[in-house]
């Protein structure tokens, strides 16, 4: 069965400081991957889809970037965190035709 | 207005009750999910439906196509049913990667 992994789970980072999140998965290969932020009181924004290595899209402009340097392993990055960055971040994976499965997510406060 | 519209947005019920929550849509779409969240944040896929209905212990989801409306049941209510309710949809063309659009939610509050 896949599972998939997220961390860290909680976060508390200063503004201005970089970020490092990390998804993984296992039991499938060649996954469409995905990050998902929900800021308070929001709903789910797709931020970056990836169908392979390396290939990256982007949906909104904003402070962060991702990648994917193997086929089941998807970072979401930024080089100086805004306040406004704070939220619930979420990595999901699916294949077509089946269904979505996400991850834990991780708890980020940028203070 | 949002490609993809729940009602009610919050839902308050007694333990037993039965519930449905509505999802209505204005876009093609080849795939339905409704996902449930809890307090903790962890969102888990409840169902993925393209037609028809589908029943899992006490959660039972339907899809009217034509109508682009889905609904989501559940019977005999349970406070550990508290969390919030998303449906969210896989539209049609453009690419195949699978993009959802999600509602906005329901916040679902079952008291015992």
């Known amino acids: 069965s896949q599972t998939i992994h997220q961390w860290p789970a909680t976060l508390v980072q200063p503004v201005g400081s970089p970020l490092s999140l990390e998804c993984t998965v296992e039991?499938?290969?060649?996954?469409?991957l995905y990050w998902y932020r929900q800021a308070a009181g929001r709903g789910l924004q797709l931020l970056f889809y990836s169908v392979g290595i390396g290939q990256i899209s982007s949906e909104v402009p904003q402070n962060l970037s991702a990648s994917r340097p193997q086929d089941r392993q998807f970072i979401l990055s930024s080089k100086k965190l805004l306040l406004s960055d704070s939220g619930f971040y979420l990595c999901a994976w699916s294949k077509i035709g089946s269904d979505r499965d996400f991850g834990p997510g991780t708890r980020l406060l940028v203070l | 207005k949002n490609e993809v519209e729940q009602s009610p947005q919050n839902l308050t019920a007694q333990e037993g009750e039965f519930i449905t929550i509505n999802c209505s849509y204005s876009?093609?779409?080849?795939?339905l999910h409704w996902l449930q969240q809890h307090p903790g944040g962890g969102i888990v896929s409840l169902f993925m439906?393209?037609?028809g209905k589908k029943k899992h212990g006490r959660l039972i989801a339907t899809i009217n196509i034509q109508e682009k409306h889905s609904s989501l049941h559940i019977t005999a209510s349970h406070p550990r049913d508290s969390a919030v309710y998303i449906c969210a949809v896989l539209v049609t063309g453009g690419t195949s990667y699978g993009k959802l659009t999600f509602g906005q939610g329901t916040i679902l509050t079952v008291h015992p």
């Open positions: 439906l393209s037609s």
């Open positions: 039991g499938t290969s060649n996954p469409n």
């Open positions: 876009v093609g779409i080849s795939a």
